[in-house]
């Protein structure tokens, strides 16, 4: 509990401005010295026969914040002045009480938190303060900064930051009903963003709420902090995932990955979000057992709340410009993030994808790939790499369709018991990439229109020559899953290169 | 939020683009005397569509203008978009597959 809870006395001058945000009402105080204090706190209780005596002797004003009529025996003109509705002390930044501060000329040059004898006497240049009472005692917690009342203070005080249209929720209606009814939901319920929730998202991130992130398809909608803000709510999400959001829809609204497109295709494909760096675990993401399924916040809410930003704020919406035949179900959410390199024993022969494309292993990314589903692929006895490799390969080359080549790009997430079979016979990852493109490589013939009775294949003159199956870059290679199972996925891509989606990664900022 | 714990006010999650009518453009009563423009998407045999109608146009003497977007996967470029309107009075985009 912050409100009871004992804090050291500290000196802390400050020279910031403290009326406040700007349109908030002034504070109304006059120069000289403030105490903030509360009746329930033995601290404040002990401390009343001082500032009764230092109201005697210098410009005192107390301001209280629970009992209108704490402390008692101050002299006319010092109070105690009543901050039960937590106004002055928000406005004052006030943590700790007691706290006693000095204002000159409106600016705050002395702060004093919690009782100190000896500081006291000094900053207030009398002498005797005090006499009688202990040394020392800790304050505790303002009310200000009760978990119970930030919220509404937050929002009284910050709310005219947002700038969003306020939606009012007629009386009659159930809120969650209401986020169906207005079309802002994927399909299952979210989080209404009221002011105070999206406030605290806010607080998950540095950037100013204002700052545009991207310009997002099919609409073309910039799209500032505040709004990923608002949906990173509806979806769950805690305000420590926010920056990784934000850098999920920085990713997405680029030329290279293809948003709109992707959006706007007939195929199965939606955005999936890979997180790597010390950020997955900060934030308690799962990249073991069950990496890709349901049942972790993180995992599920960050993927969801890119799908919601385009959704909502750029207008993607399936039977709009979301034409997807079938679609699939990671277009409600798709985010996990790779097996930590520590967990990993990652050496340099096995680089996790963003590390491939030049960003350091402590750094925090996204990388994001049009994935359609995940097919599973099963080899429990292969002990051999070529072995393994073989088998996935066969897997591979029927991405799509076995008789086309060069259209789509893969993912493949290798499983630690299948990667132990690579990196204990020496294979690097470079190697299996390498191995893996030359076993997908589709012969002549094999491509040609008509053969095999299957009409499906390669146009004329491209089937009379070796294909391979993807494209340079169009095959990547993560790790991630539970330590049991000789079981990997393979996920299929979108149309290929810079004629679809390339995979983007991107830095996770604060 | 209310007393109740029920939230009351929420911010609105989409782009508030302001709700406006797009107007189409007029539509010529008759292609006589004009050019038409045919885009080809570049999907599998969009061409193949846009040639019998680029047969059909001529047959009625009417001028016809080839333009391709560089991939389908994208909304035109701009210059492609300004090309068109700068060279046709009409246009007929092609989807096929």
Request: net charge negative.
């Given at each position: 509990?912050?409100?009871?809870?004992?804090?050291?006395?500290?000196?802390?001058?400050?020279?910031?401005?403290?009326?406040?945000?700007?349109?908030?009402?002034?504070?109304?105080?006059?120069?000289?010295?403030?105490?903030?204090?509360?009746?329930?706190?033995?601290?404040?209780?002990?401390?009343?026969?001082?500032?009764?005596?230092?109201?005697?002797?210098?410009?005192?004003?107390?301001?209280?914040?629970?009992?209108?009529?704490?402390?008692?025996?101050?002299?006319?003109?010092?109070?105690?002045?009543?901050?039960?509705?937590?106004?002055?002390?928000?406005?004052?930044?006030?943590?700790?009480?007691?706290?006693?501060?000095?204002?000159?000329?409106?600016?705050?040059?002395?702060?004093?938190?919690?009782?100190?004898?000896?500081?006291?006497?000094?900053?207030?240049?009398?002498?005797?303060?005090?006499?009688?009472?202990?040394?020392?005692?800790?304050?505790?917690?303002?009310?200000?900064?009760?978990?119970?009342?930030?919220?509404?203070?937050?929002?009284?005080?910050?709310?005219?930051?947002?700038?969003?249209?306020?939606?009012?929720?007629?009386?009659?209606?159930?809120?969650?009903?209401?986020?169906?009814?207005?079309?802002?939901?994927?399909?299952?319920?979210?989080?209404?963003?009221?002011?105070?929730?999206?406030?605290?998202?806010?607080?998950?991130?540095?950037?100013?709420?204002?700052?545009?992130?991207?310009?997002?398809?099919?609409?073309?909608?910039?799209?500032?902090?505040?709004?990923?803000?608002?949906?990173?709510?509806?979806?769950?999400?805690?305000?420590?995932?926010?920056?990784?959001?934000?850098?999920?829809?920085?990713?997405?609204?680029?030329?290279?990955?293809?948003?709109?497109?992707?959006?706007?295709?007939?195929?199965?494909?939606?955005?999936?979000?890979?997180?790597?760096?010390?950020?997955?675990?900060?934030?308690?993401?799962?990249?073991?057992?069950?990496?890709?399924?349901?049942?972790?916040?993180?995992?599920?809410?960050?993927?969801?709340?890119?799908?919601?930003?385009?959704?909502?704020?750029?207008?993607?919406?399936?039977?709009?410009?979301?034409?997807?035949?079938?679609?699939?179900?990671?277009?409600?959410?798709?985010?996990?993030?790779?097996?930590?390199?520590?967990?990993?024993?990652?050496?340099?022969?096995?680089?996790?994808?963003?590390?491939?494309?030049?960003?350091?292993?402590?750094?925090?990314?996204?990388?994001?790939?049009?994935?359609?589903?995940?097919?599973?692929?099963?080899?429990?006895?292969?002990?051999?790499?070529?072995?393994?490799?073989?088998?996935?390969?066969?897997?591979?080359?029927?991405?799509?369709?076995?008789?086309?080549?060069?259209?789509?790009?893969?993912?493949?997430?290798?499983?630690?018991?299948?990667?132990?079979?690579?990196?204990?016979?020496?294979?690097?990852?470079?190697?299996?990439?390498?191995?893996?493109?030359?076993?997908?490589?589709?012969?002549?013939?094999?491509?040609?229109?008509?053969?095999?009775?299957?009409?499906?294949?390669?146009?004329?003159?491209?089937?009379?020559?070796?294909?391979?199956?993807?494209?340079?870059?169009?095959?990547?290679?993560?790790?991630?899953?539970?330590?049991?199972?000789?079981?990997?996925?393979?996920?299929?891509?979108?149309?290929?290169?810079?004629?679809?989606?390339?995979?983007?990664?991107?830095?996770?900022?604060? | 939020?209310?007393?109740?714990?029920?939230?009351?006010?929420?911010?609105?999650?989409?782009?508030?683009?302001?709700?406006?009518?797009?107007e189409l453009s007029e539509r010529p009563a008759s292609l006589d005397g004009l050019t038409v423009g045919l885009l080809d998407?570049?999907?599998?045999?969009g061409d193949?569509f846009l040639d019998q109608l680029d047969l059909r146009l001529r047959e009625r003497g009417l001028e016809t203008r080839r333009y391709a977007?560089?991939?389908?996967?994208?909304?035109?470029?701009?210059?492609l978009r300004q090309e068109i309107a700068e060279q046709c009075h009409v246009v007929i985009e092609a989807l096929?597959?």
């Amino acid at each position: 509990m912050v409100s009871d809870a004992p804090t050291a006395p500290t000196t802390a001058p400050t020279t910031g401005p403290t009326t406040g945000p700007a349109g908030a009402p002034p504070l109304g105080l006059p120069d000289g010295w403030v105490a903030v204090v509360k009746r329930d706190c033995p601290t404040c209780v002990t401390v009343a026969p001082a500032l009764a005596e230092l109201a005697e002797q210098v410009a005192l004003t107390v301001l209280t914040q629970d009992d209108p009529g704490f402390p008692e025996g101050l002299p006319p003109g010092a109070g105690p002045v009543d901050d039960t509705s937590l106004d002055r002390s928000w406005l004052l930044d006030i943590e700790t009480v007691p706290t006693l501060l000095h204002r000159d000329g409106g600016t705050e040059d002395e702060r004093l938190v919690g009782w100190d004898r000896a500081e006291w006497r000094r900053a207030t240049g009398v002498a005797d303060l005090g006499e009688g009472l202990p040394e020392y005692r800790p304050g505790c917690g303002s009310l200000s900064v009760d978990p119970a009342r930030t919220d509404e203070l937050r929002v009284r005080f910050e709310g005219g930051r947002l700038r969003s249209r306020r939606v009012d929720i007629a009386a009659l209606e159930d809120e969650f009903e209401a986020a169906f009814d207005r079309g802002w939901t994927d399909g299952l319920p979210v989080v209404p963003p009221t002011e105070a929730r999206v406030l605290r998202m806010l607080e998950g991130t540095t950037r100013d709420p204002h700052e545009v992130v991207a310009v997002v398809p099919p609409d073309l909608v910039e799209c500032t902090v505040e709004k990923v803000a608002v949906n990173a709510v509806m979806a769950g999400c805690r305000p420590e995932y926010l920056p990784v959001v934000l850098a999920a829809v920085e990713a997405a609204c680029t030329d290279e990955f293809n948003m709109h497109g992707l959006l706007a295709t007939t195929w199965f494909s939606g955005p999936m979000v890979v997180v790597n760096g010390p950020i997955a675990r900060r934030i308690g993401m799962n990249w073991g057992m069950n990496a890709m399924g349901q049942g972790n916040r993180a995992n599920a809410t960050i993927g969801r709340a890119l799908q919601l930003v385009v959704r909502n704020v750029g207008g993607g919406r399936p039977g709009g410009v979301d034409r997807a035949t079938l679609g699939n179900p990671g277009k409600y959410t798709f985010c996990w993030t790779e097996t930590p390199p520590s967990e990993l024993d990652e050496g340099p022969d096995w680089p996790s994808q963003a590390v491939e494309h030049g960003f350091g292993p402590d750094d925090d990314t996204v990388t994001l790939f049009a994935a359609d589903g995940v097919r599973g692929f099963a080899d429990q006895l292969s002990r051999e790499p070529e072995s393994l490799a073989r088998g996935l390969a066969e897997i591979l080359r029927t991405i799509a369709h076995p008789k086309l080549a060069l259209a789509f790009d893969a993912a493949v997430v290798l499983s630690p018991e299948h990667l132990r079979v690579f990196r204990g016979a020496g294979w690097s990852k470079a190697r299996l990439r390498e191995r893996l493109a030359e076993l997908t490589l589709l012969p002549p013939g094999a491509t040609t229109r008509g053969a095999h009775g299957i009409a499906e294949g390669m146009p004329d003159g491209f089937d009379a020559v070796e294909l391979p199956k993807f494209r340079d870059g169009g095959l990547l290679l993560f790790t991630a899953g539970g330590g049991a199972g000789l079981f990997s996925a393979v996920i299929g891509g979108w149309a290929s290169g810079s004629m679809g989606s390339q995979p983007v990664t991107r830095r996770i900022g604060s | 939020m209310t007393g109740d714990g029920v939230a009351r006010v929420v911010l609105d999650p989409t782009g508030e683009l302001s709700p406006q009518a797009v107007e189409l453009s007029e539509r010529p009563a008759s292609l006589d005397g004009l050019t038409v423009g045919l885009l080809d998407i570049t999907k599998a045999r969009g061409d193949v569509f846009l040639d019998q109608l680029d047969l059909r146009l001529r047959e009625r003497g009417l001028e016809t203008r080839r333009y391709a977007k560089p991939t389908f996967t994208k909304p035109a470029p701009v210059d492609l978009r300004q090309e068109i309107a700068e060279q046709c009075h009409v246009v007929i985009e092609a989807l096929a597959d």
